[in-house]
């Protein structure tokens, strides 16, 4: 449908007063209306580690007993009090429901009490969305582009071609990148998160020392697959039984397994890149994409396609809400554009699962994104 004969509005006026709770980071950030980060807070729950991962209970607790302090501390950071909001925005999913189910009622009930609008924000649009914050990729992240995000919870690639429109090419068919650096790192004994853990240990190891499956490799479209990689390394560690892995073993192995998905990784993005040749830019996002042999395989992935490719700084890979603030206004900007009402999303219910394939239906008059 045409939007060319409604009347223009104009976007939602800042500041937004952003919280994110989809997993275990509970965050808040306070945006300009041009997206300039007036203060931003995230807090790394603790209390999952010793369950080797993020336990749903214990984070919509943790939640609701950080949301409080922390958002009166962004404030404060900010210099703003609660009625210089100009609208409030949380991450409704995809992501744990609970957590979800928290973040999205402290704010609802915040916009309620300021009398101010509340905008819902897809998880995953947010780290799509976040290479073009202002001043963050030189030159800027003009659509169309490839977004790979690469974190614990997701691995996809997805086509970005403008606000509210992706198309999903091709995903993982079992575990995410970032879930399969932490079960490698358990096996060898690394703490939780394992992934910054494993890249250390990498360090002192060969990668050509320890022969593991690409799984997928060579194969057609953009899917991913890690369970056998997974398996194969187990497999290996078998004769050691409960024995303590010999130290030059493990880093051997931590580094093997690093090649073995970077490698991965580089052909599922290269023919992503096939699938999208109008794309102007690679990105990288996710706790993943902090793997400093990946970005440089994705570096030359980019650059054999005479791309250029970007990665925002770590703060802004791993879960946050300034990423989510910018998501919103985004939205609100591209809802004026067409001369769409702005959103007003009280009620809006938290969904454990979001489609970003859905987002469209913002931009489509009568529809709903319930
Ligand atoms: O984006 P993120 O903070 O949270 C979500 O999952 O949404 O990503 C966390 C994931 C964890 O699985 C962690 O092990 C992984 O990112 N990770 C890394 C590195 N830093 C974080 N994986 C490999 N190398 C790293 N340097
Ligand atoms: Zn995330």
């Known amino acids: 449908m045409s939007h060319q004969n409604l009347p223009k509005n104009s976007a939602l006026a800042g500041p937004v007063l ?6 275990d980071e509970t965050a808040c950030a306070i945006l300009s209306s ?21 336990v749903p209970e214990i984070a919509a607790r943790a939640h609701l007993a950080l949301l409080p302090g922390l958002v009166q501390a962004t404030l404060k950071d900010a210099g703003m009090t609660p009625d210089e909001v100009g609208f409030v925005a949380a991450s409704t999913g995809p992501g744990l429901i609970g957590g979800l189910i928290v ?15 509340f905008v819902a924000v897809n998880h995953v649009e947010a780290h799509a969305l976040t290479a073009r914050l202002p001043g963050l990729v030189p030159g800027g992240a003009a659509f169309p582009y490839l977004l790979l995000l690469v974190s614990g919870g997701h691995c996809q690639c997805i086509a970005v071609e ?11 068919i079992d575990d995410a990148a970032g879930e399969a650096f932490d079960k490698v790192a358990k096996m060898l004994g690394l703490g939780w998160p394992g992934g910054p853990a494993l890249e250390k240990l ?15 490799m060579g194969r057609a479209g953009c899917d991913f697959s890690f369970s056998g990689l997974k398996t194969a390394l187990s497999q290996k560690l078998a004769p050691y039984g409960l024995d303590p892995l010999p130290h030059q073993f493990a880093a051997d192995l931590a580094a093997s397994f690093q090649q073995a998905v970077a490698d991965v990784v580089a052909d599922r993005v290269s023919n992503a890149l096939k699938m999208m040749p109008e794309a102007g830019l690679l990105v990288a996002a996710g706790g993943v994409a902090a793997n400093s042999v990946l970005r440089a395989r994705l570096e030359e992935v980019a650059a054999s396609a005479g791309l ?13 809400a300034v990423m989510v603030g910018w998501a919103a206004l985004e939205t609100c900007r591209e ?16 969904r454990p ?9 913002r931009f489509t008059p009568q529809e709903s994104v319930v």
Not at 105 to 112: D, M, Q
Not at 203 to 215: D, E, F, T, W
Not at 308 to 320: G, K, S, Y
């Open 34 to 54: 041009e997206g300039v980060c007036l203060a931003q807070r995230v807090v790394s729950q603790d209390g999952h580690a010793d369950f080797g991962g993020v």
């Open 335 to 350: 809802a004026a554009d067409l001369g769409l009402p702005q959103p007003d999303d009280s009620t809006v219910r938290p």
């Open 353 to 361: 699962r979001w489609p970003l394939e859905d987002m469209a239906a």
């Open 308 to 320: 250029r490719f970007a990665a925002p700084p770590l703060r802004l890979c791993t879960d946050n």
């Open 162 to 172: 403008g606000v509210g429109r992706y198309r999903k090419l091709g995903g993982t």
């Open 103 to 117: 973040g999205a009622s402290f704010a609802k009930g915040l916009a309620l009490s300021l009398g101010k609008p």
């Open 18 to 23: 952003a919280i994110e709770s989809s997993c």
């Open 202 to 216: 990498a360090q002192s190891g060969n990668p050509k020392a320890i022969p593991l499956p690409r799984p997928l």
